[in-house]
């Protein structure tokens, strides 16, 4: 509060309306989907029986986007994956939806497109009918299949000659002993399924010997097996009697001095458009890009766990369907999302985004103790969400914005850790044992985000600052002396780098056009708390694909075609289309259209409390103003006093009376 006004005086204002301009981001509609599908299918050479990966929006590059902004025109057109069952590779069409024609299309012969949940559950099917399995179940005491869970995980690339070319599922298996339990408490250990997930024929069944008995003590997390649990907690509600400070229209969203569209893709699920702070361009387009789940585990079946959660599967495809005053509290704005089924029907997730206002403490105070007054500020978010679930796993992804200037990014981790079996007492010494005879691997959450950068337009560049010591000197007398170097990372090669604590390595992007009023590029400054240190070797199997986690930065020149940090076409993939590989070209990145990556994540040796559903765990990055503003951009808000705070016992407002 300042103590110098009085705040009963002001009215909340009313949320300015979003730019219209920022509707032509707004995602594919259902209509424009079936539009796109109908024309694929009736083209002679894909045909009615053409399998659909993806469909999303072919968004504009920045140049497009600027002839856009200035007057020009911005099509509607379909950016669509497709593949056949008898023919290989992947085709990628561009579809005019106002012209129904398909304008552009490339065939890649050695690519595979990702796994659908059509084709999750088809895996499941068709090894629980596989005599081999069957036997080896049988083997293990399983006499009734109805229990046995195969979870299709992603094959990889481990260059055995029966899987080439084809889409491969290597499985894993648990035991579910009743309809709602908790059957990631029983795995069956050792034994692994190798399937073509096209043609649904099972390649091999690996079936291990000396594996340790399936675990069978239940611990679950339904309610409906637990006993009743203590008194709840006393409401805690969130109040906004006049409404929510925001307002959205057709993706297209305004509050405070934000302004942003809302794209959602079945690949990367949430996507941020053309964020701006007070008409200033920050970020062209922010996504996660990738998310690569390593597994440390050499034994049994274990060393092929080194799944990609977006390449592979998709996070919008596999987003819920949120749940007022459950993932959501308070007034909530929700969006569906429309993704395609494996036929190029839409699939429709309702209430996929959420979008609301938070509370976020003080945002800054200070009191001058000479003359005892005091000035604060509560701080304010917007928060923009969504969750998916990924097999065991939920990612919940919170997208806020703040009322100085920042971006932050927030990843939860939760749902049920990847278990394996051991013989009680007798952990391997890559799980953790969580309980007696049930272990949980180290693994690493390794995401990477893709952020097209645009600080206050375009011609961007990432500038590396690292901070030394310095010696005992004539200058130096007192040894306290340190300082900061900026360096301008001017190529790919130059620009692919790691944290470095020993100096609190960081990097901004900067806009060598626009200086401040103190003659510096204005900045935004990547703040990156949570890199990881990746424990696969390079140059093994899964190394070689996940190139993208060796760095924590990465700094491309915008190009339309190199969308992800694992390639365009990851499942099953050699890897040449990652980051590692793109930037031997090492093309400039000073000074233009720039893409900034940044991988970060978990590093997670599971403890006993992450089970048997693991509490929120979460990592992130923020991108703050560094020089951008001339001062504090939260320094002159309106003074609020919250009136439905009271002292505790009381039942009304006790403050400013
Ligand atoms: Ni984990």
Known sequence: MNEAVKPATLKPAAAPPPPKHLQALAPLTPDEINIAVAVVKADPELGPGVLFENIDLREPSPAEYRAYLDGGKLPREARI????????????????????????????????????????????????????FIEACRKRGISDMTGVIVDSWSGGNFGHEDEEGRLISHTFSWLRVHEFGNYYAHPIEGLNAVIDVKTGEVLRVDDYTDHPPIPMTRYDYDPEFLPPPDAPLKPLDVVQPDGVSFTIKDHAISWDKWT??????????????????????????????????????????????????????????????????????????????????????????????????????????????????TVLHRGRKLVISSICTVGNYEYAQYWYLDQAGEIEFEMKATGIVNTNACHPGQPDKYSTEIQPGLGAPIHQHIFCARLDMAVDGGGNSVVETNSYMEPFSDSNPYGNAFHAVDTVLK???????????????????????????????????????????PMIQDDGPSGIRSNFIRNHIWVTPFNENERYPAGEFVANSDGRDGLAELVKQDRNVENTDIVLWHSFGLHHVVRAEDF????????????????????????????VINRASVLAGENKASCCS
């Open 612 to 639: 048997p559903v693991q509490p929120c765990i979460s990592c992130g990055f923020s991108l703050a103003p560094a020089g951008f503003f001339e001062v504090n951009p939260s320094n002159n808000l309106p003074p």
């Open 260 to 373: 942003l569209a809302i794209g959602f893709t079945p690949r990367e699920g949430l996507v941020l458009h053309d964020i701006r702070f007070d008409g200033r361009s920050v970020v062209r387009r922010a996504a996660i890009a990738e998310l690569v789940v390593p597994y440390g585990s050499p034994l049994y079946g274990h060393a092929r766990q080194n799944i990609f959660d977006v390449g592979e599967y998709g996070f919008g495809k596999l987003t819920n369907s949120l749940k007022l005053g459950c993932d959501c509290l308070g007034q909530i704005q929700y969006l569906d999302a429309h993704v395609n089924g494996l036929k190029g029907e839409v699939v429709t997730i309702e209430k996929a985004v959420c979008i609301h206002e938070e509370d976020a403490g003080i945002l800054w105070k200070h009191w001058d103790f000479r003359t005892g007054r």
């Open 491 to 533: 190529t790919e090669l130059a620009a692919a780098r790691r944290a470095d604590l020993s100096t609190h390595r960081s990097w901004k992007v900067v806009n060598p056009n626009k200086l401040s009023q103190v003659g510096k590029p204005v900045a935004y400054k990547l703040h990156a708390p949570n890199c990881v240190t």
């Open 81 to 132: 994956n497709v593949n056949h069952l008898d023919v290989p590779g992947v085709w990628q069409l561009i579809v005019s939806v106002a012209d129904k024609a398909i304008i552009r299309r490339t065939h890649f012969p050695a690519a595979r497109a990702g796994f659908m949940v059509e084709q999750m559950i088809s895996v499941e099917v068709n090894v629980k009918n596989d005599p081999r």
